[in-house]
């Protein structure tokens, strides 16, 4: 499994999703993040998370936004909370230095 993005989908705003992300290369001594992008910009980083649970927010997404991961699990999570129209985009996960290539991601639409 390479960078499987899970999760989005539609919300209100002020609503929550709660995104995943599996990848089988996954190593407690990875940073891993999770971007987004809209259409015709360049990858944006939202958050990241180090194995030992170290994290770094954009400042856009801060208190309202929580980066997770289950080493054992291969996993790393997005708690989206507080839903803004500007969070609309594809969320991706990758390493911080995104230097996997990218998978499919996950749609986020925020709307009334």
């Known amino acids: 499994v390479q960078l499987q993005a899970s999760g989005g989908g539609l919300a209100q705003p002020g609503g929550s999703l709660r995104l995943s992300c599996v990848d089988s290369r996954m190593t407690p001594n990875i940073i891993m993040g999770w971007f987004r992008q809209i259409p015709g910009s360049q990858h944006e980083m939202v958050a990241t998370?180090?194995?030992?649970?170290?994290?770094s927010y954009a400042d856009s997404v801060k208190g309202r936004f929580t980066i997770s991961r289950e080493n054992w699990r291969d996993t790393v999570y997005l708690q989206m909370d507080n839903l803004k129209p500007g969070d609309q985009a594809v969320y991706y996960c990758?390493?911080?230095?995104?230097?996997?290539?990218w998978g499919q991601g996950t749609q986020v639409t925020v709307s009334s």
């Open positions: 998370i180090s194995g030992g649970g170290v994290t």
């Open positions: 990758n390493t911080r230095g995104k230097s996997w290539e």
